[in-house]
């Protein structure tokens, strides 16, 4: 039995921030389809050259009341940069959060305005620890 990765969903408040937060990350929109009948859009990034593996962001029209929440459940997504240090400094010079730094060169964990909970890691081997990210504490949970 043949199986094939499709894509993670995840549920979006403000459509406008939250493609923006993930166009801070790298990705473009790959697709986008609205239903006027069933009052919702989904919008689909992903990393340029890896269209096979988007986030379909899902936006509901009249509003989602349980959103934001904590997402934890949810899990994560992840992503492998070319640059953790550059990537989390280019982030927190567009007003992110990076809730958890990359002191060990490897991992940092961020969030994005629907609380949804992003792994950022290292491609290949770790970078050499590097200040200010070596000494940073962790902010709220991630």
């Not at 990765?5 to 609205?34: I, N």
Request: with cysteine.
């Amino acid at each position: 039995m043949q199986i094939k990765y499709l894509h993670t969903m995840v549920r979006v408040k403000d459509l406008e921030k939250s493609v923006a937060f993930f166009e801070l990350l790298g990705l473009k929109k790959t697709r986008h389809y609205d239903s006027e009948e069933g009052r919702f859009s989904l919008i689909f990034m992903a990393p340029p050259g890896q269209e096979d593996c988007p986030v379909e962001l899902t936006y509901n029209w009249d509003g989602d009341d349980g959103l934001p929440s904590d997402s934890r459940h949810f899990g994560h997504l992840a992503y492998a940069v070319e640059n953790i240090y550059d990537m989390c400094e280019h982030l927190r010079a567009n007003g992110i959060t990076i809730n958890r730094p990359p002191r060990d060169g490897r991992m940092a964990f961020v969030r994005s305005p629907d609380n949804i909970s992003v792994e950022l890691l290292q491609m290949g081997e770790s970078l050499p620890k590097q200040e200010p990210w070596s000494s940073l504490p962790n902010i709220g949970h991630w």
